[in-house]
């Protein structure tokens, strides 16, 4: 069960950075899931840094897991930027 809270916080997690960072980034759900689980791992990665973490983050369905992985969506995003650049 806890591979489906998972999902459902990643897919979740990656709409809302999504939303916060508009872009042409590419992904549909499938793109839009893993960024939001990826995001879970970075976002608790930073959280621990910063001595605020939350242990649950992707693993429970609740604001401040949600929030985390937001947070590290909005970060990979960003560095996605970063690197690739402008394209004309």
Do not use: Q
Not at 26 to 43: E, Q
Not at 49 to 72: K, M, P, Q
Not at 73 to 85: C, H, K, M, N, S
């Amino acid at each position: 069960m806890s591979w489906l809270i998972t999902i459902a916080v990643g897919f979740v997690a990656g709409a809302l950075g999504k939303f916060l960072i508009p872009g042409k980034d590419p992904g549909g759900c499938l793109i839009t899931t893993l960024l939001g689980i990826a995001g879970a791992v970075v976002g608790k990665y930073v959280a621990g840094l910063l001595d605020i973490g939350t242990a649950n983050a992707g693993n429970a369905f609740d604001l401040r897991s949600i929030a985390v992985s937001v947070v590290g969506v909005v970060i990979i995003l960003l560095l996605y930027r970063l690197i690739l650049g402008k394209k004309k």
